[in-house]
Nanobody, 126 residues
Framework: VQLQASGGGLVQAGGSLRLSCAAS??????????MGWFRQAPGKEREFVGT????????YYADSAKGRFTIFRDNAKGTVYLQMNSLKPEDTAAYYC??????????????????WGQGTQVTVSS
């Protein structure tokens, strides 16, 4: 199983970026997984950004992402997206996508997730 995150880059504060996470693997079906996004800034712990349930009917976000970030998924394409608007310098981090087989009230915990992508860097300049 591989999760490939892409779409990161350098953007000015107030700008937007859309990250993608493409899943591959002979038996891996993204529709069977809850998909989350996390981020990690230098010197800081990895933190939850948001997650989306299998069918995309519900998504949940960290307070820092609410109202600015949106997660959506296209199971037919095997891809999950993180649309980030109104970016701030404090959003600068490496962003990781992750897949979890089972839902839990601890959806914000990295320990719930079974597979991780390699990360894509987002840098927001002031």
């Amino acid at each position: 199983v591989q999760l490939q995150a892409s779409g990161g880059g350098l953007v000015q504060a107030g700008g937007s970026l859309r990250l993608s996470c493409a899943a591959s693997g002979r038996t891996f079906r993204i529709s069977n997984y809850i998909m989350g996004w996390f981020r990690q800034a230098p010197g800081k712990e990895r933190e939850f950004v948001g997650t989306i349930r299998w069918s995309g009917d519900r998504s949940y976000y960290a307070d820092s992402a609410k109202g600015r970030f949106t997660i959506f998924r296209d199971n037919a394409k095997g891809t999950v997206y993180l649309q980030m608007n109104s970016l701030k310098p404090e959003d600068t981090a490496a962003y990781y996508c992750a897949a979890a087989r089972y839902w839990s009230g601890g959806y914000y915990s990295a320990g719930l997730y079974d597979y991780w992508g390699q990360g894509t860097q987002v840098t927001v300049s002031s």
